[in-house]
């Protein structure tokens, strides 16, 4: 049994590791999803703008400015409604029509964040999950804030057994959202991301626009497709020692 096999088998077993505990229910959207996102809610509310989405072939580009003193954060998602930034609504469609309505069989939600700008930024994944006109709770669920330094890369994932949770009696307290009766994660109504800092950022000059491509998480069913191969040049090297 020579080198080259010891450290193939620690390498299989390493990614197996990392792969199996999310295997098939870690929900990421589709770079066609990723770019339908446009509509935006500012808080605090102010003059705070999305410039442009601009589509890549892995995902989006998302361009704006946060212009309020201090910390400012911007949602861009999709709702049930189907408002785009700049529009009203039935302009866009809605998140049911592109394929985001349910995380029904999941229990986390990923997407990855590259930071284009030179100064940090912070990320944020969140959805509502609710039809309140049927008389169904709204819960607000988000993950931990993620500071991204310029230039870097991060992937970020909301954990459902560990989300910070407001509405239906709850107020930002982390929470297991399997252990809320009644909450139904086939009824979502919006969801997207955050983008938030502490504005104007740092600098040779006051920075308030932030750049950030947006792309899914590897999909793990992709990443176990290497354990075949993986076991194929084990076996081989095995030969060959």
Known sequence: MNKVFIST??????IMLLVQPAAAVTFSMSPEQI???????????SSSVLYSVQANAQGAKFVGDLVNQGWAQMQIGANYWGIPFGGSAGDAPTNMALGLGSLAGYDAFGLNFYNYDENPWKYNLYFNVGYTGSGEADYY???NWTEVAGGQNSGLILDFTNAQVWGGGYNGGSVD???????????????????????PQDGMFPDY???TIVTPVPEPASMLLLGPALL??????????
């Open 9 to 14: 088998v620690i390498a299989l077993a390493g």
């Open 177 to 199: 959202l399997f252990s809320i009766t009644g909450l139904n994660l086939a009824h979502i109504s919006n969801i997207g991301f955050a983008i938030g800092a502490n504005v």
């Open 35 to 45: 770019q339908a996102l446009y509509e935006t809610y500012e808080d605090p509310n």
């Open 141 to 143: 669920v988000q993950g």
């Open 209 to 211: 626009t932030f750049e």
């Open 232 to 241: 194929g040049l084990i076996r081989f090297k095995k030969k060959k020692s």
